[in-house]
């Protein structure tokens, strides 16, 4: 997050009701609704200069993720947060490139090891 957006500032872990986070097709995560589900992940604050650069990283232009603003709660309070979400739904495997990023983000979000081995694991090996 640092590279692709330097101003970012870290708000707190939060998380989303009603969701699950996926690997899509297209091998990239994303996240789908499920009722019964919630996703954990950090929350950051962006410049407009931040969210532009992810646009772009995103490939928002492209039609590989839409942008949409929803509720997350952080502790005592909810906030209003940008969240992009690939329109692909249907699950799919991690490209291979893909898989040490996200353990790289596992790690750098510090997420609930119960959470990681309940949601991610079955999808994305840990680095041997």
Request: glycine share 10%.
């Amino acid at each position: 997050m640092n590279a692709r957006c330097p101003n970012n500032y870290v708000v707190g872990t939060g998380r989303l009701n009603g969701w699950r986070w996926v690997i899509t097709t297209r091998g990239y995560a994303s996240i789908v609704v499920s009722k019964h589900d919630q996703v954990i992940g950090t929350v950051y604050e962006l410049s407009d200069g931040d969210v532009r650069s992810l646009d772009q990283y995103e490939g928002v232009s492209k039609g590989f993720y839409d942008k949409e603003m929803m509720q997350i709660v952080l502790g005592e309070r909810e906030l209003n947060c940008l969240v992009y979400v690939d329109p692909v739904i249907e699950e799919g495997t991690p490209k291979g490139e893909y898989i040490a990023r996200i353990n790289q983000g596992i790690q750098d979000a510090g997420l609930p090891t119960e959470y990681v081995e309940r949601y991610l694991r079955p999808v994305v090996p840990a680095n041997l």
